[in-house]
């Protein structure tokens, strides 16, 4: 009697496990449910008990499968999707649940072999096996989606994902061997052993996403730095406008006057010298993306206050699938470096070109440049005299460039240092 106890406590906690493991794997294909929170607990744990009452009632595997078949499929249709997207999560839920109750029943030498008899077999430890091994498949499926969605995944939260189950099972067995345990005590010690797993994933999502937060914050304060920038460079113009039309008036009268007594020599001369004092105002770069707009007249405005005669051309929609963190690091690289590079050349010209066709974006930037050292990995040595703080703008492009899958090409022919970026947007 108290064997039963024990069992039916160590399966109806195994079971709640592995309802969260559920949660966890529709969260990973769906981002809101069709009801309200109260109303989406209320439907796993009728998913829990719709798979926990067959199996302990019944003890016959084809139940067990149908009921949770059926489970997966409901629960899957409770979020907001197409009926084609939630039929394929819920498949996918379940194949992944049989994948791994059959991996770690055929571990402990145990495979069902017939759907229809009634199942008498009851492995303690296989059952709180299983619902951890389900634990770190989902966690594993859950970073690839958040990679593939373009967040960045640190090092120590894959050691973690990887690390915590598997470290969990080594303390599981290590007590579950101590005979000494009454059954009270191993119960206590599982619904413990499930939680700290919950608790420790639990925080450190939760400080994932403080840094999420944190890194939308620093992008919206940039986006806010740049936009400050634009509206001083527009504000700057159209004072530049205002005096330019102030005095306006006054050479036209100046002019007329020369003409009026003939001194047509003095008429050209003055002309002239208008022509070479007005400061011609413009926008260095239009394109529909205010953004990219922002971001590369700040840069092309600081190129030609330091004597860079810059000619972009820029094709690009109004709205691209790219965080604006990561095109300022792209283009401030692209542009410092070779503002670095012309600043002492007597030909102090960069040409940029950038634009988009499909899904491919292009940035193409070329300078004059002197000879470049390069290091042992092949990369090129700074010219800059703080060697710790720079060298670091094509590492940073890299970067953005395997990020987003692209490519970057670097040409240094016939005293032109090029660099190609493709990225897929």
Known sequence: MREMRLEIFITIIADAFQTYCQYLMMKCFFDRCKFSPKVEFICYCISMLMTTIPHMLFRRLILTVLFSLITYLAIAFIYKGSVRKSIF???????TMVFTESMVAASFGYLYSNFFTKQNYFSLFGTVCLPIVEYLLIRIIQNLKNLKAGQDIPISYWLVTIGLPPFSLTLYILFYKQLQWNKAELVIFVVIFFVLNILVFYLYDKQMQFYRIENEKNILELQNEYQLNQLKLVNEMGEKAREQRHDFLRHVSMISRLIGEKRYEEVESYIAEVRQNIEVVHKYVDSSNECIDSILNYKIQEAIGKGIDFDATVKVPKDMNFS?????????NLIDNSIEAVSSMEE????????????????????????IEKNRDGSFKTTKKDKRSHGYGLKNVNNIASKYEGVIKIDTQFNVFKVVVCLFI
Request: glycine share 2%; hydrophobic share 40%; aromatic share 18%.
């Open 89 to 95: 999560v819920g498949l996918f839920s379940y194949v």
């Open 324 to 332: 604006l963190y990561d095109m300022n690091v792209l283009l401030s």
């Open 348 to 371: 102090k010209r960069i040409t940029f070109h950038m634009y988009l066709i499909k899904n491919k974006l292009y940035i193409e930037i070329s300078n004059p440049y002197k000879q």
